[in-house]
T-cell receptor
Framework: AQSVTQLGSHVSVSEGALVLLRCNYS??????LFWYVQYPNQGLQLLLK??????LVKGINGFEAEFKKSETSFHLTKPSAHMSDAAEYFC????????????FGKGTMLLVSP | DAGVIQSPRHEVTEMGQEVTLRCKLI?????LFWYRQTMMRGLELLIY????????DSGMPEDRFSAKMPNASFSTLKIQPSEPRDSAVYFC????????????FGSGTRLTVV
């Protein structure tokens, strides 16, 4: 069974600073990995995903993530934080049951200060 | 959120009352998922359907919860009778069986049971 661990329930950065949100996964097969973002009072929105091919994946709003098989990680980064990036971020892994259900991490709240 | 419409956005009800949450898919998709989100437990998968057939309802917390998908574009989640501990945000999401597709989420229904 797949699982996802997000280190840190809250991450605080200053505007303009590097954003790093950590995600480690457990999977017995090559995983499909996702990052979603949830703004207040909204549903989850896909930021980016890794399926196959290039291990560095670029998403919306300047975010990117790198799949590292040896470290079982899929950390999310952004070079320069913006106030509008304040939200909750979820890492997820897709299973191979045939129905592609997603298992989500607990989420990391990103706080951006001026 | 495009293509997944949930109603109502907010619901406040008294303990013991029946609550029905609705999810409409603008275009039919293979799979539909119901999730519940709380501060304590994060995102929990309640049930999912494929081609309108319930595949796994092991996440439904109690017999008070039931879900239906009468056609490819519509699903309901019913709680009868409701209890204060059911207070949460309920999301529906559409997906496909192909691994790597991911989900598209609705905006959610915030349920408060008093």
């Amino acid at each position: 069974a797949q699982s996802v661990t997000q280190l840190g329930s809250h991450v605080s950065v200053s505007e303009g600073a590097l954003v790093l949100l950590r995600c480690n996964y457990s999977s017995s097969v090559p995983p499909y990995l996702f990052w979603y973002v949830q703004y207040p009072n909204q549903g989850l929105q896909l930021l980016l995903k890794y399926t196959t091919g290039a291990t560095l994946v670029k998403g919306i709003n300047g975010f990117e993530a790198e799949f590292k098989k040896s470290e079982t990680s899929f950390h999310l980064t952004k070079p320069s934080a913006h106030m509008s990036d304040a939200a909750e971020y979820f890492c997820a892994v897709s299973d191979y049951s045939g129905y592609s259900t997603l298992t989500f991490g607990k989420g990391t709240m990103l706080l951006v200060s001026p | 959120d495009a293509g997944v419409i949930q109603s109502p956005r907010h619901e406040v009800t008294e303990m013991g009352q029946e609550v029905t949450l609705r999810c409409k898919l603008i275009s039919g998709h293979n799979s539909l998922f119901w999730y519940r989100q709380t501060m304590m437990r994060g995102l929990e998968l309640l049930i999912y359907f494929n081609n309108n057939v319930p595949i796994d309802d092991s996440g439904m917390p109690e017999d008070r919860f039931s879900a239906k998908m009468p056609n490819a574009s519509f699903s309901t989640l019913k709680i009868q009778p409701s209890e204060p501990r059911d207070s949460a945000v309920y999301f529906c999401a559409r997906g496909r069986r192909q691994p790597g597709y991911g989900y598209t989420f609705g905006s959610g229904t915030r349920l408060t049971v008093v």
